[in-house]
C-alpha cells in the first residue's frame, strides 16, 4: 500500500528496503474545463541538484529536450502534449545507484507550455500528482495529490528525492512559481 502525503512531509525511500534503485516517477494531472482558445500542454522535467540546490551543468536538466543524463541515472520517458488519458501522463525514470555522488537531490517539477500566450496557469489544473514507484515490484510506494492551491503560478515543484547520508528520501513540495520553465531553470542555475 502506497504512502499517501501531505505538502511538507518527507518520508524515507531505501531506509529498510535496501534493495531499492530503480524507480519510476509518475506525473500526472488534469484539465478543468474552460475555453481558453489553446489546448493545455503540461511539462515533466527533472533538476539534478547538488549541495547548493544548484545544476553543476546544463545537462542536469532533464526534460523534453535533453531526455537522458549523462549518467543515465535519470530519463525522461517522452512529451505527452495533451495529457489525455488516466494515469501518469509524464513519467520520469531514476536509477538511484546511478546518481553521480555530487548530487544530492532531484527535483520534479511540471510546467505549462506557452503558458502566457495561451492565457494559462495552475488554477486551470487539477487532480495534479507525483507517484513514486519500485520499477522492479510494480509497486506504488509514495503517492502525494497536490490539491487545488494554485492560481496564477505556471510552474511547480512537485516534490524531490534527496540524499542524506546513504539514504534516499522524497520531500512532498507542491511549491508553485510564476514565469514557468525559464524561471524554475533561473532558480535552479540552468543557463537560461
Given at each position: 500500500?502506497?504512502?499517501?502525503?501531505?505538502?511538507?512531509?518527507k518520508v524515507d525511500l531505501t531506509k529498510g528496503n535496501s534493495g531499492l534503485s530503480k524507480l519510476l516517477i509518475g506525473l500526472g494531472w488534469d484539465v478543468n474545463?474552460?475555453?481558453?482558445?489553446?489546448?493545455?500542454?503540461?511539462?515533466?522535467?527533472?533538476?539534478?541538484?547538488?549541495?547548493?540546490?544548484?545544476?553543476?551543468?546544463?545537462?542536469?536538466?532533464?526534460?523534453?529536450?535533453?531526455?537522458?543524463?549523462?549518467?543515465?541515472?535519470?530519463?525522461?520517458?517522452?512529451?505527452?502534449?495533451?495529457?489525455?488519458?488516466?494515469?501518469?501522463?509524464?513519467?520520469?525514470?531514476?536509477?538511484?545507484?546511478?546518481?553521480?555522488?555530487?548530487?544530492?537531490?532531484?527535483?520534479?517539477?511540471?510546467?505549462?507550455?506557452?503558458?502566457?500566450?495561451?492565457?494559462?496557469?495552475?488554477?486551470?489544473?487539477?487532480?495534479?500528482?507525483?507517484?513514486?514507484?519500485?520499477?522492479?515490484?510494480?509497486?506504488?510506494?509514495?503517492?502525494?495529490?497536490?490539491?487545488?492551491?494554485?492560481?496564477?503560478?505556471?510552474?511547480?515543484?512537485?516534490?524531490?528525492?534527496?540524499?542524506?547520508?546513504?539514504?534516499?528520501?522524497?520531500?512532498?513540495?507542491?511549491?508553485?512559481?510564476?514565469?514557468?520553465?525559464?524561471?524554475?531553470?533561473?532558480?535552479?542555475?540552468?543557463?537560461?
Open positions: 500500500m502506497a504512502i499517501s502525503l501531505t505538502k511538507g512531509q474545463r474552460f475555453d481558453s482558445g489553446s489546448a493545455f500542454d503540461l511539462d515533466a522535467a527533472a533538476f539534478l541538484l547538488d549541495s547548493n540546490g544548484k545544476v553543476t551543468s546544463d545537462s542536469d536538466f532533464v526534460f523534453y529536450n535533453n531526455l537522458t543524463h549523462p549518467s543515465s541515472s535519470v530519463q525522461h520517458m517522452g512529451d505527452n502534449l495533451t495529457g489525455a488519458g488516466e494515469g501518469d501522463d509524464e513519467e520520469i525514470k531514476v536509477d538511484l545507484s546511478r546518481v553521480p555522488a555530487n548530487i544530492n537531490r532531484i527535483a520534479f517539477t511540471v510546467t505549462i507550455h506557452g503558458a502566457e500566450s495561451r492565457k494559462q496557469n495552475f488554477g486551470q489544473v487539477s487532480n495534479a500528482f507525483i507517484r513514486v514507484v519500485d520499477e522492479v515490484k510494480n509497486q506504488e510506494l509514495i503517492r502525494y495529490d497536490l490539491g487545488e492551491d494554485f492560481s496564477i503560478e505556471t510552474a511547480v515543484v512537485v516534490g524531490e528525492l534527496y540524499r542524506q547520508g546513504n539514504e534516499w528520501k522524497f520531500n512532498a513540495i507542491g511549491s508553485g512559481f510564476k514565469g514557468g520553465l525559464r524561471a524554475l531553470g533561473i532558480n535552479f542555475g540552468v543557463s537560461v
